[in-house]
Every structure is written in C-alpha cells, then in structure tokens.
C-alpha cells in the first residue's frame, strides 16, 4: 500500500519560512519523480515543483529563487522549503509520486500566509 504524508504546513507572516516534508512508503523510492502540487481555495491545482530521481529539478515560475525541492532517498522523503512567503502562497499543498506511469497523492498539508 502506498502512502505519503505530508508534514510542515502551518500558519506564518509574510516573509517567513516553512519546510514541507512528504515521508513515503510503499514504493521504490529512489526511482520514483516526486513533486509537490497546491490548491488556493476556489482556484486550479498548480504544479509547485518536480524532482526526478536524477535530482533534475523544475518549478514553476512564482517559485523559482523562493523555493527549493530536495529528496533524500535513504528517508524516502522528499523536502520543499519555503521561503519569502507571500500570502498568495496560500494553499493546500499536495506531494505526489510517480511510479511507474501511476501517481500517488497525498492527503496535503495546509499552509497559511498572513501579510
């Protein structure tokens, strides 16, 4: 059974910092791409940030130079840090896992911006 859950989330001030983790199991890791997804309330989910098992990584462009993917492999676990948070970074965010050609998802974790 696969399963991954998502850690970190909170409530913060604009300009501050939080750091997503997502712990995984059930699949092989180290093969797997892992990423990150978000949903704002009355909004489309929006690809956050991938990371293939090469470590090659991508964001979307409201992230870039503010967040940063890792995975380390011997935690199956994959990290996204935050930082210089706006509140329209305001979301549910979502880790998701692709093995194999099937995605996986987690519950999500909610993360609040107050300016």
């Known amino acids: 059974q696969v399963q991954l859950v998502e850690s970190g989330g909170g409530l913060v001030q604009a300009g501050g910092s939080l750091r997503l983790s997502c712990a995984a199991s059930g699949i092989v890791f180290s093969t797997s791409t892992m990423g990150w997804y978000r949903q704002a309330p009355g909004k489309q989910r929006e690809l956050v940030a991938q990371?293939?098992?090469?470590?090659?990584?991508t964001y979307r462009d409201s992230a870039k130079g503010r967040f940063t993917i890792s995975r380390d492999n011997a935690k199956n676990t994959v990290y996204l840090q935050m930082n210089s948070l706006k509140p329209e970074d305001t979301a549910v965010y979502s880790c998701?896992?692709?093995?194999?050609?099937?995605?996986?998802w987690g519950q999500g974790t909610q993360v609040t911006v107050s300016s």
């Open positions: 998701y896992a692709i093995e194999y050609g099937r995605t996986y």
């Open positions: 990371i293939h098992n090469s470590g090659y990584t």
